[in-house]
């Protein structure tokens, strides 16, 4: 640098510092004053001055900015006197970390508070929100709410990553001290307007900050939360078109924790007022209603603007959280949430995992439903409840169909044509083929289960039928189809036999669902023997029993029958029937003639539900050759041949041979895996048995320790004192 140069600096740095000066006596005049300092900032230095501090400017353009003058026009002259220099101060400072920094959080206190108190006298909020804008040259000299404004996003534009943090901080405190989280309108704008304005990199410290400020204001009213919930909503949906960073899990974790902290106070409240249903209880459990609403609407759109390979362990996360029998320990604790805030719990992260899953496409049905996300899916801890139910069904249903046909199947309907429905489906792949032999029994089994509940309604049976007919579009080769038809044959016979004692309407219901299933099966097979078939039994019912039709059943006002067994066998699906027309198509219909028989599980035995294994044991017994023809007619007239029939030996001989073989073929012609579940049935249940006359018989000696009990799934121990032990005689001394 030549010495010329070098005096010119020099010289400009001299100016510039007793300029700076020379503006301390006249600020006192808004105007004048914060002129002379915006011209001060606009003159450009090459070196900075390290000895300059702008402590005074900062404090005192800052209570410029919240000036009260009686006087309307000269307050609002002020204001924007202070916000002119608080701009010459960013724009002076912020660029070179050299010189004392404003970003320090003494500055930051006063600077960015000013700038909202400013900005929320603005009359239109929405037309500040998105990028920003380009006011005209008159708005931006006459308004203070305009000209912060635009100060805001210049400064916000300026931050990098070690100063974020310091100017966010202030936005919650102003939030916080003016109570603008309910409603929340300002408080959405603003963090709309620091989304649009920061670098697209440092979106996550926004969000970081926002959770961490939920987590403070977590035993505030339930609106304030909803609110801070909603800003949250609105920053991800923003910083979902970039870069997140590494807050996915920490963003849905934390809102996992807070739904659970809502369904605690919700239950709370609702203790503490048992017996007196007051207005301000009722009031605040709908609040509560609303911060979990908020919750789910936020987890579901951020999951669904992830890239598929996040949204899959997003997913097995929240499935990992959903209290299921045999979770794994990172379910979220609900021990002492009780049945009812444990069932609120589940329903609420099935709802948030329904948002995540929609829209979700997997190349194979393995990726989109691997073992352990299934299988705690499946579980009959979420069979508890009808919107459990739906709730489990219409996940699947997202998860399975890949060529969006679901809307065209909703509702359940006997459909007469179903090419007008223009299925798209592909041929199917070998890893589904792979996925149905190893999991296909579970699906099936949850189906059966599901049309057992006493609580069904309408919309579960839609569902129902949902779920068979997306299976036979996206999963079904021969085989599967085969099997399909076995699981309709037994659902007839869950509303013919009725061991479960349903209600008329639910055995109806059924009915109708096997119908509407086998009519839409038998047009995407293409077999016209079976297809005849199944109109032929249509047709029957729409004359003589319609309420075993979904158009029928599932009317407001439906007469029901009182009874189903004195109808004639034309009124069902006969499996004889559709073994013959499926036969001369080339299926392998050797499986027909075996009874669908449910795999059983450990939840099973242990849940509190009816066991699956005493539904199983009747079912084998009564039903050896689940032929529906040999069911209707197995009624026989008491006479005295009757009776001297049962009195020969021959008859019982022939008896013996009949079932042996049946049970030949059954072990011949049946699948291993229906072999190994009616297997597995017995021993389970041998194995129960033989546990129940071992603690009977064989107890262990009373401990002053306690001996353990368990009620209800939960272990007590009670201590015996040793005055009151009684001992064997040998054992006196």
Not at 593 to 603: A, F, K, L, N
Request: with cysteine; hydrophobic share 40%.
């Amino acid at each position: 640098m030549t010495t010329g140069a070098a005096r010119k600096k020099r010289r400009a740095i001299v100016v510039a510092d007793s300029t700076l000066k020379g503006t301390e006596a006249p600020i006192c005049w808004p105007d004048p004053g914060s002129r002379e300092f915006v011209k001060f900032a606009n003159i450009e230095e090459d070196t900075p001055s390290y000895h300059r501090r702008y402590d005074f400017f900062v404090s005192r353009f800052s209570a410029m900015c919240h000036s009260c003058d009686h006087d309307p026009e000269t307050q609002t002259e002020i204001r924007i006197a202070g916000i002119r220099g608080i701009q010459g101060v960013v724009r002076k400072t912020v660029n070179d970390e050299l010189r004392a920094t404003i970003w320090e959080p003494q500055h930051m206190d006063k600077i960015v508070p000013s700038l909202l108190f400013n900005m929320q006298k603005i009359d239109d909020i929405d037309s500040r929100v998105g990028p920003p804008s380009s006011p005209t040259g008159g708005e931006k000299e006459e308004n203070p709410a305009v000209l912060a404004e635009n100060c805001f996003r210049e400064l916000l534009g300026r931050a990098t990553y070690g100063n974020m943090n310091n100017a966010v901080r202030p936005v919650f405190a102003h939030l916080d001290h003016h109570r603008l989280w309910d409603p929340n309108e300002f408080a959405v704008s603003c963090f709309k307007i620091i989304m649009y304005s920061i670098q697209a990199q440092y979106s996550h410290h926004v969000i970081q900050e926002i959770l961490g400020h939920l987590d403070v204001r977590k035993r505030d009213s339930p609106r304030v939360r909803a609110g801070i919930i909603q800003v949250l909503l609105e920053a991800v949906a923003i910083a979902a078109k970039g870069s997140i960073g590494p807050t996915v899990l920490e963003v849905f974790n934390t809102l996992l924790k807070h739904l659970r902290i809502s369904v605690d106070f919700e239950l709370g409240d609702r203790r503490s007022s048992a017996g007196s249903a007051t207005f301000s209880t009722s009031s605040k459990e709908s609040d509560e209603r609303i911060v979990q609403n908020a919750i789910i609407q936020t987890i579901g759109f951020f999951g669904s603007n992830l890239p598929d390979y996040q949204r899959s362990e997003i997913m097995m996360f929240i499935m990992g959280k959903v209290p299921v029998f045999g979770a794994a320990s990172q379910s979220l604790d609900t021990s002492h949430l009780g049945d009812l805030g444990t069932r609120r719990i589940q329903i609420m992260l099935l709802r948030s995992l329904l948002m995540v899953t929609s829209g979700y496409k997997a190349t194979t049905i393995t990726n989109a439903l691997p073992p352990p996300f299934l299988d705690p899916l499946l579980s009959p801890s979420l069979m508890e409840d009808s919107e459990l139910r739906q709730l489990v069904l219409e996940i699947l249903h997202n998860l399975i169909d890949r060529h969006d046909n679901r809307a065209k199947l909703r509702g359940i309907r006997i459909i007469p044509d179903v090419s007008d429905l223009k299925i798209k489906r592909d041929k199917i792949s070998r890893q589904d083929v792979s996925f149905m032999k190893k999991h296909g029994q579970q699906l099936y089994r949850h189906i059966y289960l599901g049309c057992k509940e006493e609580d069904n309604v309408q919309k579960n049976f839609e569902l129902l039928f949902t779920s068979l007919a997306l299976t036979t579009i996206e999963l079904a080769n021969e085989e599967v189809v085969i099997d399909l038809i076995r699981l309709a044959i037994a659902l007839q016979d869950i509303a013919i036999i009725n061991e479960d004692n349903l209600p008329m309407f639910n055995r109806c219901g059924v009915m109708a669902l096997v119908a509407a299933y086998l009519n839409f099966l038998s047009q995407m097979i293409a077999v016209p023997a079976f297809c005849q078939h199944v109109t032929k039994v249509i047709e029957t019912r729409s004359v003589e029993a319609s309420y075993f039709l979904p158009e029928t059943i599932f009317k407001d006002k439906c007469n029901l029958p009182k009874s189903l067994e004195k109808h004639e066998k034309d009124l069902f699906f006969l499996t004889n029937k559709i073994a013959e027309s499926l036969g001369g198509s080339g299926y392998s219909v050797e499986r027909l003639s075996v009874p669908y028989v449910p795999q059983v599980t450990d939840e099973d035995r242990l849940s509190r539900r009816k066991s699956i294994v005493d539904t199983v044991s009747i079912q084998v017994d009564i039903l050896p050759g689940n032929n529906t023809e040999d069911k209707i007619d197995n009624t026989e007239e008491i006479t005295f041949e009757a009776l001297k029939k049962a009195i020969d030996n021959n008859g019982l001989e022939e008896q013996e041979k009949e079932k042996r073989r049946l049970v030949i073929e059954k072990f011949q012609k049946a699948p291993f895996e229906e072999i190994a579940a009616q297997c597995e049935t017995k021993a389970n249940l041998l194995h129960d048995r033989l546990a129940q006359i071992l603690e009977l018989t064989i107890r262990p000696p009373p401990s002053p320790s306690g001996t353990m009990t368990i009620t209800a799934g939960h272990a007590h121990y009670q201590s015996v004192p040793v005055y009151e032990m009684k001992f064997p005689d040998l054992c006196v001394y």
